[in-house]
């Protein structure tokens, strides 16, 4: 299954990257603080409740991946940048999960996450991550981010930690509702970010998802957003398809355990440059950027083998020993924009917070030589 990019199909003027599209918010500093304070509440709270430090975001895993990630041979300059310069192949692990910070029965319908580590990266560093040889990409089944602003999303934030470990069967229930008003807007061919971040995520099949950066990064030179879009044609038929999860608390995890026990899996990684910063801003995570002026490229392609995609094992050495960030990496995919930028010290402080509650060391891999089979 090979990957063909010509000049033709990449934009005429993709943006290089300058310092002037960047602009800090004002009280940047504060809402971080804010920021780190409401997710540590919420580490706190399921702390509290299990006796387990959980991450912030994202507590929930469905499936823990092993595969590698082939970099594309012939790639034209502007797409052979950081680790894409040069063709390659990397040992790559990839997390699925959902977004709450507390662990959740699965009919409590809510956006899904993928985190990809490439391990094996060289390259100049991002802060932080110096003497590491990772590359993470964090991403979320939908385009955009539900917040344009590092501010507006510690606010919102802030509300929903107040929800955290409190009723859930109203959760179930009001899921439910949130549900059956999304497919009224979906069947008039809108989406509500809103609805869809509250609990009215379709129950459908997490692996036929495409997954977003949402907000954007350096791409070497250039400015891009990344998605992970399932290419193999059993994966493919897999997008929208309806997943019953009444009475299946982690239905999800079953429906990709169940899925790579007979299959592979392949995915394309891709790139979207930047090329006008009035419909494809820096600052706004919450914008769309249009694919009819700039399509999604594929620049990688992960491959994952059949094998079993989930166990206590696996658990135990990627949801304590590991974490994920986008600001694990190359200087040359630095994360942009204020939402990129407060996740850098809120993911560190989240992943300290795990670190001591569950005494056990989190480092990066150098290799996967001891991953769980």
């Known amino acids: 299954m090979s990957m063909t990019i010509t000049m033709k199909t990449i934009p005429n003027s993709p943006l290089k990257y300058d310092r002037s599209f960047e602009v800090l918010e004002q009280d940047e500093a504060e809402t971080n603080a804010k920021l780190i304070h409401t997710l540590r509440g919420i580490q706190q709270t399921v702390y509290e409740d299990s006796g387990h430090a959980e991450r912030a975001v994202h507590a929930k895993s469905h499936g823990i991946l092993r595969g590698q990630l082939r970099v594309a041979e012939g790639l034209p300059t502007p797409l052979a940048q950081g680790m894409f310069a040069k063709p390659g192949v990397y040992p790559v692990v990839m997390r699925f999960s959902t977004i709450p910070g507390d662990v959740l029965d699965d009919s409590i319908s809510v956006p899904r996450g993928l985190a990809i580590k490439i391990v094996g990266v060289d390259g100049a560093r991002l802060p932080g991550s110096e003497g ?3 590359q993470d990409f ?14 507006s999303f510690a606010t919102a934030l802030n509300l929903a930690a107040a929800t955290t470990d409190k009723a859930p069967r109203l959760k179930k229930a009001l899921s439910a509702v949130l549900r059956g008003v999304e497919k009224i807007v979906e069947a008039f ?12 995520q379709q129950e459908t099949h997490l692996l036929g998802d495409t997954y977003y950066s949402q907000a954007p990064l350096l791409y070497g030179d250039y400015v891009v ?46 790139v979207q440059f930047c090329t006008d910063l009035k419909t494809m801003p820096i600052e706004d995570a919450s914008k769309v950027w249009p694919e009819e002026q700039s399509a999604y490229l594929s620049v990688a392609r992960p491959h994952v083998p059949a094998q079993h995609a989930w166990s206590d094992a696996r ?14 990496g190359l200087a040359a995919h630095r994360p942009l924009g204020s939402i990129m930028r407060v996740r850098k010290s809120a993911y560190e402080a989240a992943a300290r917070f795990r670190a001591e509650r569950n005494q056990r060391a989190i480092v990066e891999p150098k290799n996967l030589d001891n991953f769980p089979d």
């Open 132 to 134: 590491d040889v990772t």
């Open 138 to 151: 964090v991403l979320v089944n939908g385009a955009a981010f539900g917040k344009p602003t590092a501010k």
């Open 189 to 200: 061919g809108g989406k509500s970010p809103t609805l869809i971040s509250i609990g009215g």
């Open 225 to 270: 957003k990344v998605a992970l879009a399932p290419v193999s044609s059993e994966l493919a038929d897999l997008a929208n398809t309806p997943l019953d999860l009444s009475g299946k608390p982690n239905g999800l995890r079953d429906a990709v355990v169940n899925y790579f026990r007979a299959h592979d899996g392949v995915w394309d990684l891709r």
């Open 315 to 328: 658990a135990s050495a990627i949801e304590d020993g590991i974490s994920f960030s986008p600001w694990h």
